[in-house]
């Protein structure tokens, strides 16, 4: 008799770990049910402060506000093992996966936004692993009107640092209006050359050892017949044109 394999996700089920998982939260100290923070106005609250090593597993966050694009004044900021500049820089919507200021439900494998349900509120998840060797903290800006924010940050705690582990980055950027060739028609859209990507937008620009994993990009169309065209290239280490990998679009 055979019997299939469980997926390579649920097969870790069965495998002991050797790490002690913790959570920092908004739960109500008091042992009430107000498991929420308080967010003035101009001030920025950190959500986890934790000593390592370890690596952050889950983070989930609900708010929401009558606040016009009140996802791009909420700005999520995380520092690893001290460092002064922050190594993640970006409006809380953005961040989870939606830009604009705006509320919509989607989902993929490691962001999520649910929502609107009718108040402009939505919960967010996130489960890129982001791991530590001494310290982790995670903070988030309001830039906007007085809320509150719901929160939870799961991690994994070890006595070891894990050996070689790359530490997470993500940045934000914005070109308004951008750069581009000038408007035409669509029938000679086809006509239009840019040989090396003169004065293209710069999605990210990054050094050192590591792996990109992806972007969520965000256009307002202010055209009306532009459809998504303009190559997509990345360079890596010493290339020039052509790079490395490039797409149609």
Known sequence: MSMS????????????????????????????????WEFPSGETI??????????????????????????????IRMYWDGEEAA????????????????IRQWESAVLNMSGPDGADRSAFNCWFPMPFSKSARITVTNEGADSILYFYVDYEEYDEPMPDALRFHSQWRRENPCDGLPAHDVGSANELKNIGGEDNYVILEAEGRGHYVGCNLSIHNTRGEWWGEGDDMIFIDDDTWPPSLHGTG
């Not at 394999?5 to 069965?14: K, Q, T």
């Not at 190594?87 to 705006?102: K, N, Q």
């Open 87 to 102: 190594s993640v820089e970006v409006p809380l919507g953005d961040f989870f996966g939606v830009g604009h200021g705006e």
């Open 46 to 75: 950190t959500i986890a402060d934790i000593s390592g090593p370890g690596c952050i597993t889950h983070i989930w966050m609900t708010s929401g506000s009558d606040e016009p694009a009140w996802t791009r004044r909420r700005v």
């Open 5 to 36: 394999c469980p997926s390579d996700a649920l097969r870790h089920l069965i495998e002991s770990r050797n790490c002690r998982s913790k959570r920092q939260s908004s739960w109500d100290t008091t042992g009430g049910n107000n498991d929420r």
